[in-house]
Each structure stands twice: as structure tokens, then as C-alpha cells.
């Protein structure tokens, strides 16, 4: 049920690098390696409620109703701007540390999870990029559009992990220097910014 084409265009689409794949890369660059699949797999678990929101209306909803599309896109850009205060502060689950430290796994998993589940506009991606690969004589469009959601979200964990695998390859070097990792803290929390800049204004 899950063909060719579907793969590959989830693919495209995964690889452009978006807030969950710099959320990922962040940590992997000063955590362990294990953090890191932490990451990814907080962001990727944040597509559950895109997915059923897709499945089940929400979407819709959201499409239609320009005034709670912009709460859950502003509650979105609040979060990325306390992600980036966090950074630029130098606390927070984001903090960069030397050594390589393995921080807390639930914190790191919760805090993927928020970057990407504020994003109102993954709902509506959904409800455009999966019933495209829909049969339109299906008769099994829900259980059709759950599995080409959990396809994508397999394919996201991956390409989450294949990212933060090789930034984590940079993680000595980074966590071996204080002034590198200040550097890169204070570069990651600039990102976050214009990030919540972009989703409160695009």
C-alpha cells in the first residue's frame, strides 16, 4: 500500500531541514550519540496528532478557521522563542555542556515533541500530501491514510537519526572547546528565533 512514489516524495519533503532536524542536529552535537535518537524520536512521535488531526478533520478545521490556526501557530512561535531564550541563556534541555553529556532522556524526547506539535501547518500538510497517494475507488481511506502516516513517521525517525549521526561525528571536537560550544549555542538560539519569527509571520 505504501508505493514507490509515496517514498520517495516523503523523502524530498523530510530532507529539506525544518525545526525538528535542527532541534536533533543541536543535540547530537553535544549530547551522546543516544540523545540524539532522543530527539529524533520526540519530533517524530509530534506527527501522531498532525496525522489523526488529518484523518479526523482537524485539518480542515484548521484551514477554515483563520483564528485558531494562528493560536496554535502563535503558542508554536512562543515555544521556539523560549527554546531560543533557553540557548541563548545557556539553560534548558538545549543547553550545550562539554564532554558530552548525556542529558535527561524524557526532557529531550518532551521538548522534540514541542518543537514539531506546534506547528499548525504540519496538520494541513498532511491533509494535502496523503490523500494524493490515495486510490480514489479506495473504500479504505482512514485505514489507508494511517498507514501511509506511520510510513511517513518512520521515514522522519530515520532521516532524523541519519542527520544527527552525522553531526554527532562533530561532537568531540565541539564539546572539547567552551568558546566553540558557546558559539554554537548562541548560533542555535539565533535559528530558534527566526524560526518563531517565521512561523508567527509566514
Known amino acids: ?13 523530510i530532507l529539506v531541514p ?3 532536524v535542527i532541534y536533533t542536529v543541536g543535540i547530537a ?14 519530533c517524530t512521535l509530534a506527527i501522531i496528532p498532525h496525522l489523526l488531526g488529518s484523518v479526523f478533520g482537524l485539518s480542515a478545521l484548521l484551514s477554515t478557521s483563520y483564528f485558531l490556526f494562528n493560536i496554535v501557530k502563535t503558542l508554536g512561535a512562543i515555544y521556539l522563542l523560549y527554546m531560543a531564550y533557553s540557548l541563548f541563556m545557556g539553560n534548558g534541555a538545549l543547553k550545550f555542556t562539554s564532554g558530552g ?3 535527561n532522556k524524557v526532557t529531550i524526547t518532551k521538548n522534540g515533541f514541542l518543537v514539531n506539535v506546534l506547528n499548525p501547518k504540519l496538520s494541513i500538510f498532511f491533509l494535502a500530501f496523503i490523500p494524493q497517494f490515495i486510490p480514489k475507488n479506495s473504500d479504505q481511506i482512514v485505514l489507508s491514510m494511517l498507514i501511509l502516516g506511520v510510513a511517513f513517521m518512520l521515514i522522519t525517525l530515520l532521516v532524523f537519526i541519519f542527520y544527527g549521526f552525522f553531526a554527532n561525528l562533530l561532537q568531540v571536537k565541539v564539546s572539547s572547546s567552551t568558546k566553540l560550544i558557546n558559539r554554537v549555542q548562541k548560533l542555535f538560539a539565533l ?3 527566526l524560526l518563531a519569527v517565521k512561523m508567527a509571520y509566514i
Open 29 to 42: 552535537l553535544v549530547h551522546k550519540r543516544l540523545s540524539m535518537v532522543y530527539a529524533a524520536l520526540g
Open 191 to 193: 535559528i530558534f528565533g
Open 18 to 20: 525544518g525545526t525538528g
Open 101 to 103: 553529556e548525556e542529558a
Open 1 to 13: 500500500m505504501v508505493s514507490l512514489e509515496f517514498f520517495i516524495a516523503a523523502l524530498v519533503v
